[in-house]
């Protein structure tokens, strides 16, 4: 079953509890939180206490992608906060097997994230140990970017890994993706499509949730 996860970069930020609760009642699968540190990437978010805040809304699983220099000084504050998983960089990880361990034993869920030109062999040993791995169809930092077409073969690549170790691990998407390519990017094997603007633009949300989801569905896997 393919799934969406908003995310709330793209929301108005001045009423961020009733944007949260627009997409509860729209049908999102996850709700993407980006957090974005001003070092790793040129941007800066928001930090536990907002996810704290909004943790009330909704009963929707919080999927918290950590753009950080030193996602691992944040991970306690972000799983009190209200994470129900959380996704590091390995960019930033020279003990990635170590990280992922920790967080795994906090109970929460742990994805991978990869930039554009990161190759995905740094999984090698650590895709049995994770739920997801978050495949960057952007350079992370901002909303609003285009999808970058050479991602697709790294989808391909990472799908057919997975299969080879026999593992049921996630295909995350994120960024650039839109109701246009869903259906290419999901027939190279992703399963979760993180969307911004996508979603934020459409005047009814709930009509581009399902309709995403659908064009993500029909495809071979
Ligand atoms: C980019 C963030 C994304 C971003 C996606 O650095 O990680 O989650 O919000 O936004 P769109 O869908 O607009 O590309
Ligand atoms: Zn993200």
Redesign the pocket.
């Known amino acids: 079953m393919k799934k969406i996860a908003p995310?709330i970069?793209?929301s108005d930020f001045s009423k961020l509890g009733e944007e949260v609760s627009s997409l509860d009642k729209a049908g999102a699968d996850f709700i993407?939180i980006?957090i974005m540190d001003g070092h790793f990437?040129p941007n800066l978010t928001i930090g536990p206490p907002i996810v704290r805040a909004i943790r009330h809304i909704t009963d929707v699983p919080f999927d918290v992608?950590l753009?950080m220099d030193n996602p691992m000084d944040f991970v306690d504050e972000f799983i009190k906060a209200g994470a129900d998983s959380i996704t590091v960089h390995a960019e930033v990880l020279p003990h990635l097997h170590r990280a992922v361990m920790y967080i795994k034993e906090k109970g929460v869920n742990v994805g991978v994230a990869l930039n554009p030109s990161t190759p995905i062999d740094v999984l090698d040993y650590v895709l049995d140990e994770i739920d997801m791995v978050l495949i960057m169809t952007?350079n992370?930092?901002?909303?609003?970017?285009d999808f970058i077409p050479s991602m697709l073969d790294k989808i391909t690549l990472l799908k057919d890994m997975i299969i080879s170790k026999d593992t049921d691990v996630h295909i995350q998407v994120?960024?650039?993706?839109s109701l246009e390519n869903i259906h290419t990017v999901s027939s190279a094997g992703a399963d979760i499509f993180?969307?911004?603007?996508?979603i934020f633009s459409a005047s009814d949300r709930r009509n581009m949730i399902n309709k995403m989801r659908e064009k993500a569905s029909i495809c071979e896997y």
């Open positions: 995310s970069l793209s993407h980006d990437v992608h753009m952007v992370p930092g901002f909303g609003g970017q994120d960024g650039g993706i993180v969307a911004g603007s996508a």
